[in-house]
């Protein structure tokens, strides 16, 4: 599909749905809503990070479902890059095409916390590097509100770019679910030195720590294959 495609609107909708379903069904407010009553001693970065609800994913899921996740044993391998308890891991993990709905961050208590609310695949590790992981073993990755040039800085978030590649199988995609920027743009030198293309953008409307935006989620691909750094196998 070309660059700047018209949006999934069926699949978008759909998305929309299934996350506010899940949610109902989840109480995943009350969740959240009692681990930031209860935990003392959170900082306010983290109890803003806790505050992750499903809906907030309905443009990176639309591309997911447009991937195959609702197709039986498509056994797709996803892994979300800064997850911090997982709340979209946990609804992606029991749709039909999923064989692998990890979530990956650096704060073992956001992970623990997901495990508690029975979150199957966490990985405690850095998104920058993804040392952890094997090149070529995903296909899909999303990186939500963390490629942000005031919350990583821009070296990191290259870095990041290089590493999602190399972790990507060929015919992988990175989701990277922003609002308020164009990705595309403003990373265009790094995207390009990670060998990723823009194959489509989803945008709609969402919530995010701010309020209903429209959302976008950029999709790449790998333009080039990229040879993983030395020590990746
Ligand atoms: C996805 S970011 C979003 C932050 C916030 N929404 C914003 O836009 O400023 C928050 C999550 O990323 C995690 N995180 C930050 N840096 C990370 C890194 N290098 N590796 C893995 N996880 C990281 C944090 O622990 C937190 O759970």
């Known amino acids: 599909m070309g660059q700047h495609a018209q949006p999934a609107a069926d699949s978008f909708a759909r998305a929309t749905g299934l996350l506010a379903e899940f949610e109902r069904h989840d109480r995943s407010r009350d969740k959240t809503g009692t681990a930031v ?17 499903p809906g907030m994913y309905a443009p990176a899921l639309a591309a997911i479902l447009d991937a195959g996740a609702e197709e039986t044993d498509r056994g797709l391998r996803f892994l979300h890059l800064g997850a911090n308890h997982g709340t979209f891991c946990r609804f992606l993990q029991d749709l039909p095409g999923m064989r692998l709905s990890a979530a990956l961050d650096l704060d073992l208590d956001a992970l623990r916390r997901g495990r508690t609310w029975q979150l199957r695949d ?23 509100s963390l490629y942000v040039p005031n919350y990583w800085r821009p070296p990191q ?29 403003g990373f265009a030198a790094a995207l390009a030195v990670a060998g990723l293309r823009e194959r489509r953008r989803i945008t709609g409307p969402a919530e995010t720590q701010q309020g209903v935006r429209h959302v976008t989620c950029f999709v790449y691909g790998k333009g080039e294959k990229c040879s993983p750094p030395a020590g990746r196998a």
């Open 157 to 185: 978030i290259a870095g990041g770019l290089d590493a999602a590649a190399c972790v990507l199988r060929d015919d992988g995609l990175l989701l990277v679910q922003e609002w308020g920027f164009d990705f595309s743009r």
């Open 122 to 144: 966490a990985i405690l590790a850095d998104a920058v590097s993804l040392a952890a992981l094997r090149a070529g073993s995903l296909d899909l990755l999303l990186a939500e």
């Open 37 to 53: 009553a209860d935990t003392a001693g959170m900082s306010r970065q983290a109890a803003l990070d806790t505050c992750k609800y």
